[in-house]
């Protein structure tokens, strides 16, 4: 039973910066490129970054320059540093493991953490 647990997220002011933390179980970690989604209330879940199993990253557009993805294999952990967050950062944050070439989730979905960016 693969288990993926999202945490770190809460409210924070246009501009500030969160780190969210993504901890893995039940599978061989090291192996699988893993991705951080979010969904917004009325719109779809979108892949917001991606990092291999070899450490190559992918961003959105509308986070380049902003986030960071990173893993560290030997904690089973996947991180997102947000920094200069906006407004429209403002959503559920999931993470999940990706198939290679689709980038296509592989496991079920978690509780995700709740990200609010708000005056």
């Known amino acids: 039973q693969v288990q993926l647990v999202e945490s770190g997220g809460g409210l924070v002011q246009p501009g500030g910066s969160l780190r969210l933390s993504c901890a893995a179980s039940?599978?061989?970690?090291?192996?699988?490129?893993m991705g951080w989604y979010r969904q917004a209330p009325g719109k779809q879940r979108e892949l917001v970054a991606s990092i291999t199993s070899v450490g190559s990253t992918n961003y959105a557009v509308s986070v380049k320059g902003r986030f960071t993805i990173s893993r560290d294999n030997a904690k089973k952990t996947v991180y997102l540093q947000m920094n200069s967050l906006k407004p429209e950062d403002t959503a559920v944050y999931y993470c999940?493991?990706?198939?290679?070439?689709?980038?296509?989730?592989?496991?079920?979905w978690g509780q995700g953490t709740q990200v609010t960016v708000s005056s």
């Open positions: 039940g599978m061989i970690f090291s192996i699988y490129a």
């Open positions: 999940n493991a990706l198939r290679r070439v689709t980038e296509t989730p592989i496991g079920s």
